[in-house]
Structures are given as C-alpha cells and as structure tokens.
C-alpha cells in the first residue's frame, strides 16, 4: 500500500519512512505543506499521514483544500498538537484519525490498515475472495487454508488484487501503489509478479484483460 507522509522534521520523517517501509508500505515523504499538496493532485495514495505545523502551508489548510476538491483518501493527523481545539479542527476539516505525537510505529501501521479497511468497506482484517484469503495486518495469505510464502511485492500486488476484487487494475496502478518516487521498475516487474501468485495460488485466480489490466473475482 501506497502511503503520502508529510512531514518536515527529518528525523521523525526518516524514522516513519523506514518504519512503514520495513512493515509493508511503499512511503513517499514530502516535507512541506506545497509539496504535499501538489503530490496528492498527482499520485493515488491509499491513506496519508499528515503534520500540522508544516512550512510553506499548513496542515490544516492542506486538507481542507484537498477535501474540498474532493479528495476521499483516508488523512492521519499525526502532530503534537494536543488541544481539544485543535483536534475538533483537525476532524471539522476532514482527518479521519488524530494522533498526538510520539507513537509507537506498529500502532501507526495498524491505525492506517484500519484506516485503509474502513474507507474500502471492510469490517473484518481479514479478506477472501474464492479459496484466497489475505490478512493485510500480518502480511499473510492462505489458499483454501494453507498459508501461502510471498515476497513482500507480491503480497502488495496480491493485497491491491484483493482490495479491489471485481475491478480491473491497470499495470500502471498495480506499480504506482508498490514503487514510491525515486524507485524504478523493470518493464515486465508486474508480469513477473502475476507469474509467481498465479503458480502459487492456481492459473486461473488472476485474469488477463489484454491490453487493459489485471482482475480478480468479487469478495466471498
């Protein structure tokens, strides 16, 4: 999953970034408030971690400009601003989730699964689609129960396939949600990926539309 960290203290960006990344997102970190705004015009993120107290442009301001021009993405307030004002702010303008500064970074990872599950419409962790379920907190998957060895890329594609069951997915999305700025991907890195989950999870899971993208069936 494709996460949009705006941040502007370098050690707690870098921390996050690194953390987030070793728990199984792809994290593209701006450190001010312009940068982040011109990012979420640009790229498709499944969530955002967001600091308030930002320079160029505010955090607040950030937002609500985003979700006045109709952005859905699920926003995570993440600032050491602790008032009751500003966290009726931060809600009034459209966070999803406000989370005083520090915390522990498995806390964080959870907070935005939970985020990332909610906004797509699931209740449970856990999602299966046919014989194939994933549980995109622990990072695993089972074909009709038994547990199922994926590289990390491949659970990020397979998790993408999932979450969005019934709908075709583009080569291009497919990267742009497991490659961040500044990462590069050989031409045929997604068809090597589609490869490796149709042998483990059976030839006929994943569909080919030629010419358009990649489908799975709906959720069970």
């Not at 998957?141 to 594609?157: P, Q, R, T």
């Not at 031409?187 to 990649?214: A, C, M, P, W």
């Amino acid at each position: 999953m494709r996460i949009l960290l705006v941040e502007d203290d370098f050690l707690l960006g870098d921390g996050i970034q690194k953390s987030l990344s070793h728990l199984g997102f792809t994290v593209d970190w701006m450190r001010d408030g312009k940068q982040g705004e011109s990012a979420l015009t640009s790229e498709e993120y499944a969530a955002v971690v967001l600091d308030l107290g930002l320079p160029q442009q505010d955090g607040l301001s950030l937002l609500q400009s985003a979700r006045n021009k109709g952005l859905h993405t699920p926003v995570l307030i993440l600032t050491a601003r602790d008032s009751k004002l500003d966290k009726l702010k931060g809600f009034n303008v459209g966070a999803d989730d406000y989370v005083i500064k520090p915390i522990d970074m498995e806390e964080l990872a959870a907070r935005l699964r939970a985020l990332i599950r909610r906004s797509a419409g699931h209740a449970s962790p856990r999602i299966k689609v046919g014989t194939v379920e994933i549980d995109p907190d622990t990072r695993q998957a089972w074909n009709s129960g038994n547990l199922v060895d994926l590289s990390s890329k491949e659970f990020a594609v397979l998790e993408l396939l999932v979450q969005n069951a019934g709908r075709v997915l583009t080569r291009a999305q497919l990267e742009q949600s497991i490659y961040g700025w500044g990462d590069s991907a050989d031409s045929n890195t997604i068809e090597v990926f589609i490869h490796h989950l149709r042998k483990k999870l059976g030839s006929d899971f994943i569909q080919t539309l030629r010419g358009i993208g990649y489908t799975i069936g709906r959720q069970s």
